[in-house]
């Protein structure tokens, strides 16, 4: 009953015999092997255009990389208050920008609404050279705390970014989650959407160790060689990262390794929903659940295994948030679930909750 | 009629004859010199205990450098959302710190309460290594809207800072209006109350460019004279600065030019309080001044020749911020402001306000 | 016939092997898992003391976070001019450290002799705070020009280094290498020598791709743990890295590797010393050659299907460089490295090189 | 007897008077002022072309802006290896740009050759993306050891780093004396040379604390906006940083204040040129001199009150350096410096000579 994360099952089958029949004799190093360039024709295939891809080992590299080259060391990045960017990299995009601003933007699900993008860009002040500019915008698909922006949403919050001189950065750590969610095509909700950059994730999603950073502009990505290799990023066996992004998009692997996790999250939305003590102020429509429990239920569940974290709920409504004897969780489901892991989760939860039941 | 800002009026008589009396002869240049000496045994004396001077020639360049020596590049500066460091120095304190993350908290007035304080560390992240540590409060005395921080708030503040591992620096670029107002020493309102490094202003108080970051445990500020040297910052004739802190400090003179900025600022706001169509949400403390006016009278004003500026009322209580019709004005007053300018600002401003009275 | 790098032929079958086995079932992640620990213990057992362990995937990586624990921004990093940090590393160092200077020394054979380390200290001005002062030494081991310190050099340099003040970092990417051709123990040619900080690298040696930063003193690795996660170089999936490692070091299959590098490395040497037109200025001592051939035996080979690539001979003396007709070209031999290849690139050469034994 | 540096004698009675004229009355701050608007376009009659003007204090902060707009962070700056931003601004250019490497070219008298210019370009790789590129190269003129490039010499120089992509920096901290040495042009000796970007000083002319970055294409220098802003170097009072400015340029009094100091350097050289156990391996060219001196010359100047200091002589040719018993000593001579002090110096040093021709 592991739920603590998307990132402590291992790669999937298929990636990691991938990865074992890459080692068989000489490639040339640092990506200049065929199984890179394959790589490249996948992912211009997959967003029906061509695109500029440099492959790293880590979200926060992929973001931090992807937004330097928006953004001056001076600018201002705009992001959700809760976004990893924002809260979980340890200050990795102002090392990579040299010292860019990241300014948080407030709203529930860890959304950014289009109003709120509005209004965070009136306050910011217009004078020249004091105020730091708005150099860019960045979106995390599915977000943190399991919501999916839509189509019409990501359109809506780009042109405002673009309005103002902005560029668009999407932290897509679980991009397949969410166009899983979606059902839409990769390049609807991302370039035709406005998107500029894309950190494209594998690892949460069934890699061992690979984010391509997508320019959808080749030539805004120019200087990400150097800027890769000088980050320390630019693997010698790079064979081996491409090996895991071929395997990872081949025959649609990526998405139906998404719709499994989605799919564990729903059954695990849907028990809960079920069960006294527990609510879901967020409807879950990806991986990742945020249910408010009660203490009871959580111990019982620990008691059991079920290896699980409490989450900050400073995002939700005051109304939403946690009470007295209660503990928002954070529950991640993974290509690996199994429905089998649910079930027994489910089914501890709702013994625990028996006696709430009857208060 | 020039109230747009405390730096619009060059220098003081006496700052500006000690810098031409300095003039003579050689000296080491660097910080070397006599008068370099004086002034840190000035300071000495002044906080009432031995502290660490470096003298440079911006406010920006102070924070900056300040901020380097109390938080690692990977560190959080907890500061006001409309403090100077957050908004006005294009992402000088990421440059200087090497990509430190501010972290701006909300308050009427541009002050930070303990409650608010308090509120922020909570809401922060405590996972290691994910989420950037608090290593820094910053607190601007007097604020960017006007107001000052008592000794106890200060105190407060720091012991909140302190209890979390965070330094406490004072963004003093109108500590001389803040000591005056509150008729304090400059120990109370500093290192007695828990603060470690002030950026000790005399630009905006009649200096010409000259500003001291004080340690108050002089080891702590050792590495600045690396700091200063690496960021352009250390004058070769070093002498011109000292000659102005000399004379700044010289016989309380820093004090009575801030009580005559403080006393302009109070016959302005006791004027524009009787005058119907001008409200003062924020009672002036020091020697800034945040009317909310009709804009008629603003349009009066200006043709009028008098020079100031709308501001952002973003900080303020929804209920207490300009409505259609209004905006709101910032006036700084300075150690050069005339009560003839003052009263001829009222009188354009009461005669602007005259048909509004009828209304 | 691949001689171009030791990155280009994959991990050795053990290590594959074990990234496999690390496959199953839930971990935590970010090194707080079971496999972590076990390696923390294997290099402590390896190096004879208690060592602080950060793993990451490039050697660019885990030289640049090593050197940025080490100095300051404003320190002075001495290394030889034909160093990976100095030369391959696009400004890696400078990016990790926040701007500090490498200062490149000569010698020959990429190798720092004491006396060319006195001198350059000598020449650097100490004033302060004008001047930047040394705070680190790096020495690669083996070299970039497969040439081995003696224990006895890197204690003299360490020495040299330590009296003024400058901490000793090694960059091991080829350590294993070294090691197997000292026949010393681990301890030995490290901290016994006065090393502070190691870079031990596996990929080069028959990882895929893994690099420990080793401090022999665990109190100045610290920070380590927030540099490595802002740079992007903490891998969620870190069981995988950890993996690498365990295999690499357990019952000696590194220096196993390296032996069968170094071995043939010497096949390779002993082979073109006897073909006339070729010449060895530098005797190998690990697993790289530096051959000066005449340009028909390179194309003779290339023609032949053998990989490598020209090297600049500007390291070497005036007299030994290579001449009219000559270029001096890298061989570099690996864990993978048959010897088949090695006899096929010495039979194609001693073919080609026929006609110029008559001349 | 001051001959310690041109930085220790303060501003000339002009710019001094110039500083004070400045400060009656309002003005905007932050350079938005009609004085501002004046040196602007004093600088675009003097170089003959539209120039962009950036106003800095010092002498390290203008040539740390001015490298950061060549290079990225990534780039290689070739620069003397005794030159002020190689040796004696504590690592500010690495600062500034983010952490560029810049590589030292040596040379007699601190100039580099043509020749060791393109042996210097020759011997970096050139694989894309390990090796850093060449983005800059700055020239000091005139030089640290007090020679000068003529005009033949800084296009030759440009040409050759022009011819490989990069872009050329004057640091011209002392371009007033070099300019009054050559009787060129200030058109001639820049731009029309192939210089890009100009640190054009005023503090060791007679300046008080004022530089001018100045472009001579002022589209390359539209970032230096927020570059200097967030460097803490827009000083607010900018008035009296372009009132030293105009008084320095108006009536060629900047050119004056060179002659002088260039002929009292002279009337020094042709003294020592005479006393035994005094030589003079650099004929100065501008107002430093290098002599090498017996050391009972040395003590009995200093005896006498002369204020001067030794220097390496590393960069000289091996033959000319000091031998056992000598020193080099650096004098400088500034816009102040009285023919009856350089008389007085040469009295003693003669006095102190006289054993000296017996032997």
């Known amino acids: 009953m592991f739920f603590a994360s998307d990132n402590g099952l291992g790669a999937s089958d298929k990636v990691m015999q991938a990865i074992s029949a890459a080692n068989g004799g000489a490639r040339l190093g640092y990506g200049r092997d065929d199984a890179t360039r394959i790589v490249e024709r996948q992912l211009s295939d997959l967003f ?15 973001n931090g990389l992807a937004l330097s080259t928006l953004t001056p060391p001076w600018g201002i990045v705009l992001c959700h208050d809760e976004s990893h960017v924002m809260e979980d990299e340890c200050c990795g995009p102002e090392f990579f920008t040299g010292g860019a601003k990241l300014v948080g933007i407030r709203g529930p699900g860890a959304k950014i609404t289009a109003k709120a993008l509005e209004a965070s860009i009136a306050s910011l002040g217009r004078r020249v050279p004091h105020n730091a500019p708005v150099h860019a915008l960045s979106l ?3 977000t943190e705390l399991g919501l999916v922006y839509s189509v019409e949403e990501v359109r809506a919050l780009s042109a405002i970014a673009k309005a103002h001189g902005a560029g668009v950065h999407m932290d897509g750590a679980r991009f397949a989650n969410a166009v899983a969610s979606l059902g839409c095509s990769p390049a609807e909700i991302t370039w035709k959407a406005g998107v500029d950059v894309l950190s494209f994730g594998t690892t949460k999603g069934g890699g061992l160790a690979c984010e391509a950073i997508v320019y959808f502009d080749p030539a ?9 290799m000088r980050g320390g990023h630019l693997l010698s066996k790079h064979r081996f990262l491409s090996a895991q992004m071929e395997a990872f998009l081949d025959g649609g692997h990526w998405l139906d390794l998404a719709r499994h996790a989605n799919a564990a999250a729903g059954r695990l939305a849907d028990g809960l929903a079920a069960i006294p003590g527990i609510r879901l102020p967020l409807q879950p429509q990806a991986n990742g659940l945020f249910p408010i429990m009660r203490q009871e239920i959580v111990a019982a569940l620990q008691a059991a295994g079920a290896v699980f974290y409490p989450w900050s709920d400073k995002g939700l409504p005051e ?15 993974s290509f690996a679930t199994s429905a089998d892991d649910v079930d027994r989760f489910l089914a501890v939860a709702a013994k625990a909750a028996r006696p709430l039941a009857a208060e």
Do not use: F, I, N, P
């Not at 109304?319 to 489901?333: I, Y």
């Open 48 to 62: 029906e255009r061509e695109v500029g891809v440099y492959m790293v080992v880590t979200g926060t590299a992929a």
């Open 140 to 142: 995390t698909q599915s």
């Open 220 to 228: 805004k990505g120019e200087e990400m060689v150097r800027r890769r």
């Open 319 to 333: 109304a939403d948030r946690a009470r007295a004897g209660e503990t928002m969780m954070r529950l991640v489901t």
